[in-house]
């Protein structure tokens, strides 16, 4: 039951911050809306995730592989995309759609060769602390105080989510589905808040100019 009730709260949590996020941010200006379809692109591999532990009960060989592509979308692509944007706009960086479609083609290498090498798991770990790190680091410059608590907030449930109850997770030694799900759930809403924030108010600071 508590993993269904995960399921259901990741989906509706990672679809409504997708949406809302899209429809906040129509006019806003080119590179900062490639950052909005972005991050909403990390949130529909969410929902995917969701929808597979939501769904796909019977444990063959091909739902099995369906649940494994889901959750490599999320832990490997989905959180490094989310940590980028941050990171993006503290610096500054104007990245086109070819280049973030550039970054998805490095996480699938990256992945795909660590795993082929024997490093997948010591990869995923690797991977979540330099999330963490990213987002943390990219909290420090968030303007306004507002977006700099809710990208605390968010990091903090991404890094419970990630670093405990991820299905590799490096302070204990198994993971927890219905919690990876859970936190990942609470952790979307914020992290899409603090971006929209940031988003209007480099806005604002145009129109000022």
């Not at 204990?172 to 940031?198: K, Q, V, Y």
């Amino acid at each position: 039951m508590l993993e269904v009730l995960a399921s259901l709260a990741l989906l509706i949590s990672s679809l409504s911050s997708a949406v809302w996020l899209l429809h906040q941010n129509k006019q806003t200006a080119e590179e900062q809306h490639f950052r909005v379809r972005v991050f909403a692109l990390s949130c529909f591999f969410v929902s995917s995730y969701a929808l597979c532990q939501l769904f796909l009960k019977d444990t063959n060989e091909h739902t099995n592989a369906l649940l494994q592509m889901s959750e490599n979308l999320t832990i490997y692509i989905s959180l490094p995309f989310i940590a980028t944007i941050f990171v993006a706009i503290s610096k500054g960086w104007h990245w086109s759609m070819a280049g973030w479609g550039r970054w998805l083609l490095g996480l699938i290498a990256f992945f795909e060769l660590t795993r082929r090498t024997d490093y997948g798991v010591s990869y995923s770990y690797t991977l979540s602390i330099l999330v963490i790190a990213a987002l943390l680091i990219s909290s420090f410059v968030a303007q306004p105080k507002s977006a700099r608590i809710l990208l605390i907030a968010g990091t903090l449930s991404i890094a419970f989510s990630t670093l405990l109850f991820s299905p590799i997770p490096l302070l204990m030694d198994t993971g927890n589905t219905p919690l990876f799900m859970l936190f990942l759930a609470i952790s979307l809403p914020l992290l899409m808040t603090s971006l929209h924030e940031r988003i209007q108010d480099k806005g604002r600071s145009l129109t000022n100019e």
